[in-house]
Structures are given as C-alpha cells and as structure tokens.
C-alpha cells in the first residue's frame, strides 16, 4: 500500500504545475474578456451619449418648429363685431346697458337735447366701412341699426 501511496504522492506533485498552469490560463482569460467588455461598454457609452444629443437637438428643433407653425390665438373681437350681441339690444335700455352689451362706441354724437347717438365703425379698406348705431331718446334707446357695409 506504500507504494501506491507514493504513486499517488508522486502523482499530485507532478500534476500540481500543470493545475497551476491551467489556473494561470484561466485567469489570464479572465483578464481578456473584463478588459474587453470594459472596451464594448465605453463604445456603448460614447453611443449613447451621441444619441441623446441627437435627441435632445431634434427635440429642440421640433419644439422650434410646432411653436412656429402653432395657430395664433384668436385676436379679441369687440363686443359689437358680434351680431348675436345687436340682438339683445332693446328699445328702453339706458345707455350704461347698451355699453355692456356692445362695448364703448367708437364716437358718440349728441343731437338735439334730449337725443344722442352711439355709433360703432370699423373701417374694412379704404372708404369701406362696417358700421352701425344706437339712438337714444330720453336717456333710452328709440332706435337700433345693425352694422352694415357702407
């Protein structure tokens, strides 16, 4: 039994720089495919950076671009453009209620004494005017004439 023993004794000795060897090998791959996946990462970093700047350029040039071709808010109408408006205005209403409804009025003319006029124009091109008035007598409104092309 010795002997056998001896052998085996023998035998590990032996093979223990091989095993070593081995190890070493490993290792040193081991080595080689970290360095190489640190490579692979910094290349997919440096990508992606590369990406979100294109992003972010194309982002600010289509936020660019919808800010310019976005509709433009509807300009404020005055209150006499609004035919619905000339609807409402009744004889008997004092002039303060037809400035509600209407809006002030572009002029206002004074007639005889009891008797004024409130008149809305807006001048469309040249010499053509969108007009209309309000006649008061007493105080209260006698007569309406709705805008009209003149």
Do not use: H
Request: hydrophobic share 45%; aromatic share 4%; with cysteine.
């Amino acid at each position: 039994m010795r002997p056998i023993c001896a052998w085996l004794l023998l035998g590990l000795l032996a093979g223990t720089p091989a095993l070593g060897l081995a190890d070493d090998v490993r290792e040193r791959q081991l080595e080689l495919d970290v360095e190489q996946l640190r490579r692979e990462l910094q290349a997919q970093a440096r990508r992606i950076d590369q990406l979100e700047r294109g992003s972010m350029r194309s982002t600010e040039r289509s936020v660019a671009a919808s800010a310019q071709n976005a509709p433009l808010p509807p300009p404020k109408v005055a209150p006499w453009l609004i035919t619905a408006n000339w609807d409402r205005v009744r004889p008997g209403m004092s002039t303060d209620e037809v400035t509600r409804v209407l809006g002030p009025a572009t002029s206002e003319r004074a007639g005889d004494a009891s008797s004024t006029l409130l008149l809305y124009a807006l001048e469309i091109q040249e010499g053509v005017f969108l007009a209309g008035r309000v006649e008061f007598q007493a105080g209260k409104v006698s007569a309406v004439q709705k805008p009209a092309l003149r």
